[in-house]
């Protein structure tokens, strides 16, 4: 990957979260992308940038649990089956396990237990499509890609999604492997982020929980 130290390089990311809420996390999650870890000299840059404090800066990542300050390894996941079970729940059925998200913007838990599917609760997101906007509730198991949508998505559409606890826009500047489509994060609670494709129909998803 590629290391991100220039001025140019931090503000290009900057801009492109703009002020929105969660703006701040989005781009320390994509400077971290690229350098595997948030280095010294690129938060002293986005400090700058923002107007933010080093102290402020530092507070927010090593509160954040999917932002860390130390060098990580190349692979975006290297967990066997066992590690993975150690770490996130199980559920009943082995070939699955739940995740329990949170949005990387407010770091509020992301499962709707108004609404369950098999026994689990749900992943509550909002939605927008041009002028529409609508709710969506994603099965919390790994692997399960069982969904529930107050308005029908037509295939093939890129979905903006959003925190329905602080309205910031899930965004980063991952793309889908499979359609070039931005893909969408949520903070694993036990450590880690999930990343999935925001077109509709396509199954592209990543599960990184770093070294």
């Known amino acids: ?11 290009r ?41 080093l102290v402020d800066l530092y507070g927010l990542v090593t509160f954040h649990p999917a932002l ?16 993975i079970e150690r770490r996130v729940p199980l559920a009943e059925d082995p070939r699955f396990f739940r995740v329990n998200v949170a949005c990387p913007a407010c770091n509020r838990g992301l499962l709707s237990y108004d609404q369950r599917l098999d026994g689990h609760p749900m992943v509550l997101l909002h939605w927008t ?11 919390s198991l790994w692997g399960d890609y069982r969904f529930a949508t107050e308005h029908p998505i037509a295939t093939h559409t890129i979905t903006q999604f959003s925190c329905p606890k602080c309205d910031a826009e899930l965004q ?7 359609c070039d489509a931005p893909m969408i994060p ?10 999935f494709c925001s ?13």
Do not use: Y
């Not at 499509?129 to 099965?139: K, M, N, P, T």
């Not at 949520?186 to 990343?195: D, Q, T």
């Open 199 to 211: 077109r509709q129909g396509c199954e592209e998803h990543m599960l990184d929980f770093g070294d």
């Open 68 to 83: 860390t300050l130390e060098r990580r390894g190349a692979q975006q996941i290297s967990l066997c089956r066992q590690e």
């Open 129 to 139: 499509i041009r002028q529409r906007q609508g709710w969506l509730r994603l099965s």
């Open 172 to 178: 980063s500047d991952w793309l889908c492997s499979r």
């Open 1 to 11: 990957m590629k290391t991100i130290f220039s001025t140019e390089d931090i503000f």
């Open 186 to 195: 949520l903070v694993v609670r036990s450590g880690g982020v999930i990343r």
């Open 13 to 53: 990311i900057s801009a492109a979260h703009g002020a929105s809420p969660g703006s701040l996390v989005a781009t320390l999650q994509d400077i971290q992308a690229a350098c595997n870890h948030l280095p010294k000299k690129a938060l002293e840059i986005l400090s700058r940038r923002t107007g933010h404090s």
